[in-house]
């Protein structure tokens, strides 16, 4: 049980150096904030939209069962409206979280390649202590793609 608390402490002091990183970088800095900012704002845009999608059903519902024609036809109106608003905001969404995740790649695999091509040459010493390793740079790339 301590172990596990352990592995959580460096996992998360681990996730927080590279996040640090980035986001103090001055090369990454303002663009990482940017589309973090962006991704958290239509996050919660989006969660206003579903909110709200999920009164304008209910009244068109209450409006049916009622046999309110107007206010049905109102609520399906109001309805098509969202969509049209929230189909392109879905889709920037989509990019702006895109972009930050491949800003995000792009960071650390620099770190990680300039780590490995440093002047202590990890990537000699790497070969000759373990023959066995094969494409270490390849290994870095899955390791970021995954992480």
């Given at each position: 049980?301590?172990?596990?608390?352990?592995?959580?402490?460096?996992?998360?002091?681990?996730?927080?150096?590279?996040?640090?990183?980035?986001?103090?970088?001055?090369?990454?800095?303002?663009?990482?904030?940017?589309?973090?900012?962006?991704?958290?704002?239509?996050?919660?845009?989006?969660?206003?939209a579903v909110l709200?999608?999920?009164?304008?059903?209910?009244?068109?519902?209450n409006a049916l069962?009622?046999?309110?024609?107007?206010?049905?036809?109102?609520?399906?109106?109001?309805?098509?409206?969202?969509?049209?608003?929230?189909?392109?905001?879905?889709?920037?969404?989509?990019?702006?979280?895109?972009?930050?995740?491949?800003?995000?790649?792009?960071?650390?695999?620099?770190?990680?390649?300039?780590?490995?091509?440093?002047?202590?040459?990890?990537?000699?010493?790497?070969?000759?202590?373990?023959?066995?390793?094969?494409?270490?740079?390849?290994?870095?790339?899955?390791?970021?793609?995954?992480?």
């Amino acid at each position: 049980d301590k172990l596990k608390v352990v592995r959580w402490r460096q996992l998360a002091r681990a996730i927080w150096t590279l996040w640090t990183a980035f986001f103090h970088d001055p090369t990454t800095c303002l663009k990482a904030w940017s589309l973090f900012l962006l991704t958290v704002s239509f996050t919660i845009l989006e969660i206003g939209a579903v909110l709200k999608v999920t009164f304008e059903v209910k009244d068109m519902n209450n409006a049916l069962h009622n046999h309110k024609q107007e206010e049905f036809w109102n609520a399906i109106k109001f309805l098509l409206l969202l969509c049209v608003i929230c189909g392109p905001l879905i889709y920037l969404h989509i990019y702006a979280a895109g972009a930050l995740k491949l800003e995000w790649r792009r960071h650390l695999t620099k770190k990680l390649s300039n780590r490995y091509i440093s002047s202590s040459q990890a990537f000699y010493r790497l070969k000759m202590q373990h023959a066995h390793v094969d494409n270490p740079d390849q290994r870095i790339a899955q390791d970021i793609d995954s992480f």
